[in-house]
């Protein structure tokens, strides 16, 4: 059942004995005198809905708890020690100088308790609350996206670590899979904890290792029986057909029906990189930099840093509707709880013709990024360098050659480009030049015309770069590094991270609401 605070203070309350010790404008102190305004008991009513058993920790040291720890980057294991033995987060959370701790899987359950209600984002959304209550963003108009990948909390595994932890996973979840590995797979001793002992720099044994492990895989799901599994032993047959396939391809001249795997010659583009976090992925945040982990996704009001929404997706690959993972789709879902129209600015990830749509279709002024345009030769002409009639479905290129755009969007130049003196610094092509007119050309067009200007420039190298403080404040003090397994999981802690670091930044800039309503 729900934990209820009590109203009457114990008599070492550490807030009313030393709370004029308490840093004035610090988070502490904020939440010792407004946690119960902040964090109300009838906020955390519904994830106690049968009234019966031992009451919960209150609601109100809950979130007060679940905030400081987000704030410092704690494990729970060093938050309890936190809430024990550290005067100050006694202080905010309202205890006693002689309470004692809780133990930490009470943050586990609390964890998930809210992820599984309807209101997974009630903390964020409670400090957001204070921010519209201090009119921080009033008359504020403008909207910085951009996105930052976050170091998974698992090791990358390789193909063969992949293949003997799923066939190992499917022995102990699925019934009757441990009796099929015993007589049917022999690529390799899978009660064994050690990877396989073979000659690891002997091409061939990595080969005929492969092969075994791929075939051990294939015998094992098709030796077990078609019948209905529970949802964990769905999600292990599941892993392992991916795994099994994701990262091998048939030898030269091989079917695979003979056994003959090897490791393929290209990366699946939505690898699972860890049996133990399959929603982990690698991530190129640039050319020359790899990660692997998630990637967080910010929109910050530029002025005061804070951070008006924020999301956490797989750092490439498809999202749970499908659908490819992009800043452009998820760009959308945090601009969506703007109800005026906002200046948005964002860097060249996020310049899609359907994001500009989206923001012109709302009314968004657009102030992202174009991409540059490339031309086909070096030194040659781009896109840019041919007028384009929308209206009139026509192209033409830099020598004065007039083609219509087909129902395809392509412009043909063909036989025009023979004896063209510009020819050289326009194409290669045999059959000549063909120019494709994209659906959202003509906003792209646009969008590149607008941002030469001085007065387009100078707002954007004022404002956008403003970004990249609230993602340092972020992946501050360890926190670059996720604490969790999964998408879930980690869009939590990251809302948490938001909403606490929204209110130290409301705090610093002496915005406190006097009196929370």
């Known amino acids: ?40 008991e009838a906020m955390f009513a519904d994830l106690f809905p049968s009234g019966r058993g031992r009451p919960s920790l209150p609601g109100e040291v809950m979130a007060t708890v679940i905030t400081l720890q987000a704030l410092h ?74 996105s930052t990948v976050l170091d998974d909390a698992v090791a990358t595994q390789d193909t063969v670590t992949q293949l003997v932890a799923a066939i190992r996973r499917v022995g102990r979840e699925v019934p009757g899979a441990a009796t099929v590995i015993a007589e049917h797979c022999a690529g390799h001793d899978y009660a064994d904890p050690g990877k396989p002992a073979i000659a690891w720099d002997d091409q061939d044994a990595r080969e005929a290792l492969i092969g075994a492990l791929v075939g051990d895989a294939h015998r094992l799901l098709g030796y077990l029986p078609q019948v209905e599994h529970g949802p964990k032993a769905a999600e292990a047959l599941a892993l392992l057909a991916l795994v099994a396939g994701q990262d091998v391809e048939p030898v030269e001249g091989s079917d695979g029906t003979d056994g003959r795997w090897r490791i393929a010659q290209r990366v699946a583009p939505d690898r699972v990189i860890s049996t133990v976090d399959p929603e982990a992925r690698h991530a190129h945040k640039t050319v020359t930099r790899r990660q692997d982990g998630f990637k967080a996704h910010l929109a910050t009001e530029p002025d005061t840093g804070l951070i008006t929404d924020c999301a956490l997706t797989k750092a490439c690959g498809a999202g749970p509707d499908g659908q490819p993972v992009s800043e452009a789709r998820v760009g959308l879902d945090l601009l969506a709880a703007e109800s005026e129209p906002v200046r948005v600015l964002a860097d060249s990830a996020y310049g899609s013709g359907g994001f500009r749509a989206h923001l012109a279709e709302h009314g968004h ?19 840019d360098d041919f007028t384009v009639d929308h209206a009139a479905r026509t192209a033409t290129c830099p020598a004065g050659n007039t083609r219509t755009i087909s129902a395809a969007g392509n412009a043909k130049f063909g036989a025009a480009c023979g004896q063209c003196p510009l020819r050289a610094r326009c194409t290669r092509s045999r059959s000549g030049k063909t120019l494709k007119i994209r659906e959202h050309d003509a906003r792209q067009r646009a969008a590149r015309q607008a941002a030469r200007e001085p007065a387009w420039q100078a707002e954007y190298r004022r404002h956008r770069p403003m970004v990249e403080r609230s993602i340092a404040w972020l992946t501050a003090s360890g926190n670059r590094k996720v604490r969790y397994r999964g998408v879930a999981r980690n869009d939590q802690w990251l809302r948490h991270r938001a909403a606490a670091l929204n209110l130290r930044r409301l705090l610093t800039l002496g915005l406190t609401p006097m009196p929370l309503t």
Request: glycine content about 10%; hydrophobic content about 45%.
């Open 1 to 40: 059942m729900q934990g209820r605070a009590e109203p009457q203070r114990d008599l070492l309350d550490v807030e009313s004995v030393a709370g004029h010790l308490l840093k004035p404008g610090s988070v502490f102190a904020f939440l010792a005198e407004h946690r119960g305004r902040l964090f109300p």
């Open 73 to 146: 980057g704690l494990s729970d294991a060093e938050t309890v020690e936190a809430v024990t033995f550290d005067l100050r987060w006694k202080a905010a959370c309202g205890l006693a100088v002689t309470a004692g701790g809780f133990h930490p899987t009470t943050l586990t359950v609390w964890r998930a308790r809210l992820r599984a209600s309807e209101r997974p984002e009630r903390i964020f959304d409670a400090v957001k609350t204070v921010i519209a209550q201090t009119g921080a963003l009033a008359g504020k108009t403008r909207r910085a996206l951009d």
């Open 365 to 383: 002024v657009d102030l992202v990024k174009p991409a540059p345009c490339r031309a086909a030769i070096p030194g040659g002409f781009n896109v």
